[in-house]
């Protein structure tokens, strides 16, 4: 018979008046349809989440000037409670990275962009995106599964993307909204402990950050 992950397909093929799963993933890879979308028609339970706070995103980050304006560095997205670094940017602010992220390197011979920031102690909101990327069997009930699993940690799926299928399984990727490095490891620990999950890492890609222009590079 059909597999889980083709009736999931299926069941929002019929949600947008599709006419079968197929055409949902050519919409999907088209951007004419997005993953939050069909998250939502397949699992609406799982939209609104909490996102009571004690810190402000615009505050979230402590160390800056008072005219400078931070944003999440895209290649390696840090979380509340992991180490970061800020790299002054050139008409883009304070980019905050990861203290381990690879796109650092760049920057290595110019200390003068660098900036010693720290995230504010506070409760955050789970604002924060990070992109997983999870290996699914393709069995009965397993998308849907997994879907749930993040929503019971509160944790709420912004894009879904189906990256690879196969007859027996699905290679997915979820960008996830989180409330700092612990939320985020009880999603991951939730999401691994499943007998459907193949396969789980959190995805950090360099393709995502921006070119630097001439001033910017070294000896510009």
């Known amino acids: 018979g059909k597999k889980s992950t083709d009736k999931a397909l299926a069941k929002a093929a019929e949600v947008f008046g599709l006419r079968d799963g197929e055409e949902v993933l050519a919409r999907l890879g088209s951007a004419e349809l997005t993953g939050k979308g069909v998250v939502e028609a397949l699992y609406p339970e799982l939209v609104g989440r ?7 995103p615009a505050r979230a980050v402590v160390g800056l000037a008072d005219d400078q304006v931070s944003q999440r560095a895209p290649c390696c997205q840090p979380v509340p409670g992991e180490r970061i670094v800020g790299i002054s940017r050139r008409g883009r602010g304070v980019e905050v990275h990861a ?49 749930t699993l993040i ?16 007859p027996d399984f699905y290679r997915i990727r979820i960008d996830i909204e989180v409330r700092d490095a612990e939320h985020l490891h009880n999603v991951m620990m939730a999401v691994e402990a499943d007998v459907d999950v193949a ?18 590079r070294p000896g510009g």
């Open 151 to 166: 929503g019971e940690q509160n944790a709420n799926i912004s894009d879904l993307q189906f990256t690879e299928r196969k």
């Open 50 to 56: 909490s996102r009571e706070a004690d810190v402000a």
């Open 99 to 147: 203290i381990d992220c690879a796109a650092l390197a760049d920057f290595e011979s110019q200390p003068e962009r660098w900036i010693d920031l720290q995230w504010h102690s506070g409760r955050h909101a789970p604002v924060y995106g990070v992109t997983l990327e999870i290996t699914i069997l393709n069995d009965p009930g397993v998308l849907g599964r997994i879907c």
């Open 199 to 216: 396969g789980l890492e959190r995805l950090r890609d360099l393709g995502r950050l921006p070119v630097p222009d001439a001033a910017e």
